[in-house]
C-alpha cells in the first residue's frame, strides 16, 4: 500500500472557505477519481513561522503504479482547481510513502 501525503499550509483569510471546500468538493473529487481507497485529513499541531494553519492529507492507494494513473489522468487537473480557486494563498507539498507495517493494540 502506498500513501499519497499532500501537505498545505492555507492562508488565515481564506481558511474557513478553504477547509469546507476541501472535505466537501475536493477529497470526493479525489476519492471519485477511483484511484484512491481512502483519505485521511489531519490538521499539523505546530504554529508555523510564516503563519496560516497546516494540514497533511493522506490518500491510500493499492500500488506506486495505480499512483503514477492518478498522476497522468488527474493530478494536473486537480492542482490546478485549488490554484485557481485560492490563488497564492497556500503552499503544499506532496510526498510519498510505503506502509512497511500496521499494528494495532
Partial sequence: ??????????DDSVHDDWLNWMKNEHIPEMLATQKFLTAKMCKVMIEEEMGGSTYSVQYQTDSKATLN??????????RSKGNQRFPNKFVAFRTELEIISEQTS
Fill in 69 to 78: 494513473s492518478y498522476y497522468a489522468e488527474y493530478a494536473n487537473q486537480m
Fill in 1 to 10: 500500500m502506498i500513501i499519497y501525503n499532500v501537505t498545505i499550509n492555507i
